[in-house]
């Protein structure tokens, strides 16, 4: 089976970058798409194909890719970002794969 | 506008059977792919299981395979997911997002399937 590994927490203080990795096999194969979730709502798409930005998504958030690791890069933090992160690829079986999630605390 | 309105979760005994439904509009529903994601109280997401535009072709995860089947009715624009033989394991918020193109991805707010005696 696929499996994506993100490391479980992440802390920056606001207006400094927040990198989160996201690795597994199945990225050197299949793009990325990194969505942001907070408290009691709905996943949110913010890249996809890797480094690509939804429309309404602010340019502080850009993803970028190396071999069989993805990195979802927020270029100056706000508080508003805190929230918990996934990273998710779409698998041969179109049965797709979500890390495990990552907790970006912004303090 | 892309709306999707999960419902049918609620409390079931274990051993029990729900049915969700997801009701689909502002897409030509029956072009895309629709998926069930679930997320458990206080963990990660899970790809539960998918099924192409036509409904010919279903996926499910392991953890559900045997126990639920998922369908779609096109002409009501309608996703189901039939769940039987519930575990506690099972109890979780029920999404079904769509991918309708490049960027396109949409979400519900969920229904919540809580199993428990």
């Known amino acids: 089976s696929y499996e994506l590994t993100q490391p479980s927490s992440v802390s920056v203080s606001p207006g400094q970058t927040a990198r989160i990795t996201c690795s597994g096999d199945?990225?050197?194969?299949?793009?990325a798409r990194w969505f942001q979730q907070k408290p009691g709502q709905a996943p949110v798409l913010v890249i996809y194909k890797d480094n690509e930005r939804p429309s309404g998504i602010p340019e502080r958030f850009s993803g970028s890719s190396s071999g069989t690791t993805v990195t979802l890069t927020i270029s100056g933090a706000q508080v508003e970002d805190e929230a918990d992160y996934y990273c998710y690829s779409a698998a041969d079986n179109n049965l797709g794969v979500f890390g495990g999630g990552t907790k970006l605390t912004v303090l | 506008e892309v709306q999707l309105v999960e419902s049918g979760g609620g409390l079931v005994q274990p051993g029990g059977s729900l049915r969700l439904s997801c009701a689909a509009s502002g897409f030509t529903f029956s072009s895309y792919a629709m998926s069930w994601v679930r997320q458990a109280p206080g963990k990660g997401l899970e790809c539960v299981s998918a099924i192409s535009g036509s409904g010919g072709t279903t996926y499910y995860a392991d953890s559900v395979k045997g126990r639920f089947t998922i369908s779609r009715d096109n002409s009501k624009n309608t996703l189901y997911l039939q769940m039987n033989s519930l575990r506690a394991e099972d109890t979780a918020v029920y999404y079904c997002?769509?991918?309708?193109?490049?960027?396109?991805?949409?979400w519900g707010q969920g229904t919540l399937v809580t199993v428990s005696s």
């Open positions: 199945v990225l050197g194969k299949k793009y």
């Open positions: 997002p769509v991918v309708t193109g490049e960027g396109g991805d949409y």
